[in-house]
Nanobody
Framework: VKFVESGGGLVQPGGSLRLSCLAS????????MSWYRQAPGKGRELVAQ????????NYADSVKGRFTISRDNAKSTVYLQMNSLKPEDTAVYYC?????????RGQGTQVTVSS
């Protein structure tokens, strides 16, 4: 199982970024997917989740109304559209899947929100 995240970078407050996570080695369309983030000196935070068919989503209160999770099962890719970014959104973002008792995640992509 392998995940490769991309799309991070430096953006000014109020700006937007779209993160992508390409999966391989897993039957992507069978599983719910999640985006997490971890800021320096802080614990892991669940940002957003999406069911296997994309029919249901869930968001952390801190990003609700600003972030949108989506997926394209034909491309084995999950996305995170981030709008109205704030400095407190600065973190490493990574996608994650739970396969039974095991969890897999990518290396992550750095998002820095600063003027």
């Amino acid at each position: 199982v392998k995940f490769v995240e991309s799309g991070g970078g430096l953006v000014q407050p109020g700006g937007s970024l779209r993160l992508s996570c390409l999966a391989s080695g897993v039957s992507f369309s069978r599983y719910a997917m999640s985006w997490y983030r971890q800021a320096p000196g802080k614990g892991r935070e669940l940002v957003a989740q999406i069911t296997s068919n994309g029919g249901s989503t869930n968001y952390a209160d801190s990003v609700k109304g600003r972030f949108t999770i989506s997926r394209d099962n034909a491309k084995s890719t999950v996305y995170l559209q981030m709008n109205s970014l704030k400095p407190e959104d600065t973190a490493v973002y990574y996608c994650r899947v739970q396969l039974g008792l095991l969890a897999y995640r990518g290396q992550g992509t750095q998002v820095t929100v600063s003027s």
